[in-house]
T-cell receptor, first 120, second 110 residues
Framework: GAGVSQSPRYKVAKRGQDVALRCDPI?????LFWYQQALGQGPEFLTY????????KSGLPSDRFFAERPEGSVSTLKIQRTQQEDSAVYLC??????????????????FGPGTRLTVL | SQQGEEDPQALSIQEGENATMNCSYK?????LQWYRQNSGRGLVHLIL?????REKHSGRLRVTLDTSKKSSSLLITASRAADTASYFC??????????FGKGNQVVVIP
C-alpha cells in the first residue's frame, strides 16, 4: 500500500520567506509526527498529532514554526520568516496507534522521504 | 530525555563481511528500534527489540539489548552493497516520540 508521502521533496527559500511543507500519512493512521534532521545528525522531534489534536509541540524551535492537521489526515508544517538555521530535512512519520486508556502506545513509526529545505 | 547515542563510527567494509554498530541510551525504556537511512529510500524501520528481550533476529540482522548497561548492538551479517546507509537507534519517550542517536555511516565496498 501507499506509504507516507511528503511534498515538495526539495525547497529553496530566500531568508525571510514563508514556506509550507505537506505530509500525507498512511491512510487511517492516528498519529502523525514531524522531525527535523540537520546534516550529519539524527532526526529531532518537532511536534505530534493524534488525529486533529496537536498533543505535543514542545520540539518546535521557535514561534516561527507552526503545524496543523485540521481534518486528522494531511498535515502542514509552516515556517515563517525562514532563517538559514532552518535549513534541514523535515521528516514526517505516522503510526497506527494513539493514546489508549491514558497510556501512550509505543508503535512503529513509518517515515516519509522528507523535504530538504535550503534557506539562502 | 531519553537519547539513543551510537558510537560515532564510520564503517567501511568489504561486501560479505559483517558490520557491527553500538548504541547507548540514558534512561529506562520499553523498547529500542533501529532504522536505516539512505538517499534512495529515506528512513526505514528495521527492527524493534523490547526491554524484556535480549536478542532478536530478522533476516541478516541481529540486535542485542543489555538493559543493565543501557546499550544495544546491531549486527549485519554477509553485508551487501545495498546495505550502504546510515543506521540509527531510537527510543520512545514522552508522547510516543522517538529520540534518535547521531547515526553510524556504513559503506559496503563491492
Amino acid at each position: 500500500g501507499a506509504g507516507v508521502s511528503q511534498s515538495p521533496r526539495y525547497k529553496v527559500a530566500k531568508r525571510g520567506q514563508d514556506v509550507a511543507l505537506r505530509c500525507d500519512p498512511i491512510s487511517g493512521h492516528v498519529s502523525l509526527f514531524w522531525y527535523q534532521q540537520a546534516l550529519g545528525q539524527g532526526p529531532e522531534f518537532l511536534t505530534y498529532f493524534q488525529n486533529e489534536a496537536q498533543l505535543d509541540k514542545s520540539g518546535l524551535p521557535s514561534d516561527r514554526f507552526f503545524a496543523e492537521r485540521p481534518e486528522g489526515s494531511v498535515s502542514t508544517l509552516k515556517i515563517q520568516r525562514t532563517q538559514q538555521e532552518d535549513s534541514a530535512v523535515y521528516l514526517c512519520a505516522s503510526s497506527s496507534q494513539g493514546l489508549a486508556g491514558g497510556w501512550v502506545r509505543e508503535d512503529t513509526q513509518y517515515f516519509g522521504p522528507g523535504t530538504r529545505l535550503t534557506v539562502l | 530525555s531519553q537519547q539513543g547515542e551510537e558510537d560515532p563510527q564510520a564503517l567501511s567494509i568489504q561486501e560479505g563481511e559483517n558490520a557491527t554498530m553500538n548504541c547507548s541510551y540514558k534512561t529506562s525504556i520499553n523498547n529500542l528500534q533501529w532504522y536505516r537511512q539512505n538517499s534512495g529510500r529515506g528512513l526505514v524501520h528495521l527492527i524493534l527489540i523490547r526491554s524484556n528481550e535480549r536478542e532478536k533476529h530478522s533476516g541478516r540482522l541481529r540486535v542485542t539489548l543489555d538493559t543493565s548497561k543501557k546499550s544495544s548492538s546491531l549486527l549485519i551479517t554477509a553485508s551487501r552493497a545495498a546495505d550502504t546507509a546510515s543506521y540509527f537507534c531510537a527510543t520512545h519517550y514522552g508522547n510516543n516520540r522517538l529520540a534518535f542517536g547521531k547515526g553510524n555511516q556504513v559503506v559496503v565496498i563491492p
